[in-house]
């Protein structure tokens, strides 16, 4: 058996390079087999497994099934999926077990799997570790379950027509970036009464234009120019498997996800006055803001789609939202506690639909702070959350206002930075805001201080997002 590399095991999924010593057919065999094993010692005799459409997911998708099955697990086969398909399967087929085979919004030449063990959760952090555990230990169970097959895309469509409230007729451009979400998003978009704009829809797992993700400035860039072209009333941008949504005006603003958090809030908050809405670390001052102008309470915490989720559970949160792009609804939100970016793109027409204004005037109407995108500084999977600890304990010791729930956002200069270490790739994660360029660039030199002092760390900050 392979010796797989533990930083595979990622903090909220599983994910490497299609590569000899990382991700391959045997590879994730094992991976399914772990898996199984782990499903068939908490009592769970049966899991859902879907897969995107990169290149090799359909055939890591049969071995990691096949690794399933031979734990003694029952497996029903849903084929190609957006992940939020795979976590409503879970709901419409009642079983807690259920896989995606993705690699979310990475470039191509990466792959793997998000897996949950209960309805609504992915598993993540410890739990993760386990399964490599299990692997390199090669403690299996062994059996063999069966194969179902059952496409369950046209009982998904349903279901979120009979939530809808859209009631407005909008011309939408929807922009895939040649991913998985092609497979749902223009049908749902028409069936909901609107007019399709169809842009990269084609499925093509070389992803020839930019990798499908709302953060990547290509991406949105070139729905901007569709959405301006084409007349439409606003612009969707799909990420890789479908579950995070990036929004443009008919004027080509962009709604990074925190703004579309703010529409999304003021929705929510006009039916339940009072409640808690929970974002990540990553999000621009002018979110919580606009949740107390409305009378709601904001709540921070961790990036991390997994750890996100659970505290939303934990804490009964109905509308939770990351910088990512990845949104979450709860019951209290017609959903069932999970993000899903097709119901985003409903929920923002629904806002839409009530409102006397277009979207271009809304947009001018929230508080703006300047801020860069997201910054993606390149260092090493082994040594960055030791370096980001270590640069929060010297913010603190030098008296900055540090709020630390996930590497540290300083405040300075009326403004903020912030330095996280990525849960998905060997990178250091920047964000600034202030307001005004030159506060922007003060409060960057502080961090670019302390960062230059870890050989490490790349000098070279990208600013694509993706």
């Not at 290509?218 to 941008?237: R, S, V």
């Not at 003060?442 to 694509?464: A, H």
Request: with cysteine; hydrophobic share 35%; proline share 3%.
């Amino acid at each position: 058996m392979p010796t797989l590399k533990k930083t595979m095991f990622r903090e909220y999924d599983l994910r490497g390079r299609e590569a000899d010593d990382e991700l391959n057919e045997e590879s994730m065999y094992h991976i399914g087999r772990g898996f199984g094993t782990h499903l068939k010692r908490k009592g769970i005799k049966e899991a859902t497994i879907g897969h995107d459409v990169r290149a090799t997911s359909e055939s890591f998708h049969k071995n990691f099934i096949k690794g399933v099955t031979e734990s003694g697990v029952d497996v029903i086969n849903i084929g190609n999926v957006t992940t939020p398909m795979g976590y409503w399967s879970q709901h419409y087929l009642n079983t807690k077990g259920g896989a995606v085979i993705t690699a979310s919004h990475n470039p191509v030449g990466w792959n793997g799997a998000k897996i949950s063990d209960d309805f609504s959760k992915t598993m993540f952090g410890e739990e993760i570790q386990q399964i490599h555990k299990i692997i390199a230990d090669e403690d299996f169970e062994n059996g063999q379950g069966s194969i179902i097959s059952k496409d369950i895309k046209e009982a998904y469509i349903q279901d979120l027509l009979s939530k809808s409230k859209v009631t407005n007729k909008f011309k939408i451009l929807v922009n895939t970036g040649n991913g998985t979400a092609a497979i749902v998003a223009p049908e749902l978009l028409r069936r909901v009464g609107c007019e399709v704009i169809e842009h990269n829809t084609n499925i093509d797992p070389t992803y020839p234009n930019y990798t499908p993700n709302p953060e990547n400035v290509a991406m949105m860039e070139d729905t901007i120019a569709q959405t301006i072209k084409h007349g439409c009333d606003l612009g969707f941008a799909f990420d890789g498997d479908g579950d995070r949504l990036g929004l443009v005006d008919n004027q080509g603003h962009v709604f990074a996800a925190d703004m579309i958090l703010i529409l999304l809030s003021r929705l929510y908050l006009s039916r339940h006055p009072g409640n808690k809405v929970m974002f990540d670390v990553k999000v621009s001052e002018a979110l919580p803001e606009d949740i107390k102008d409305h009378g709601g309470e904001p709540i921070m915490f961790r990036t991390g789609h997994s750890y996100i989720k659970a505290e939303m559970n934990r804490q009964n949160i109905s509308l939770t939202g990351e910088m990512s792009g990845h949104i979450f609804f709860g019951k209290d939100f017609d959903y069932y506690g999970f993000d899903d970016s097709m119901v985003s793109a409903l929920k923002v027409l629904e806002f839409l639909s009530e409102q006397n204004e277009p979207l271009a005037e809304i947009f001018a109407s929230i508080p703006h702070y300047i801020a860069t995108p997201i910054i993606n500084v390149e260092t090493a999977d082994e040594v960055k959350h030791d370096i980001i600890k270590q640069i929060t304990a010297q913010f603190k010791k030098e008296g900055y206002k540090v709020v630390d729930v996930d590497g540290a956002r300083v405040y300075a200069h009326e403004g903020w930075g912030l330095a996280r270490a990525s849960n998905t790739t060997p990178n250091i994660v920047l964000r600034f805001e202030a307001k005004s360029e030159e506060q922007i660039e003060k409060i960057k030199e502080i961090f670019r201080e302390k960062l230059q002092k870890f050989k490490e760390v790349s000098t070279d900050w990208n600013y694509t997002g993706g």
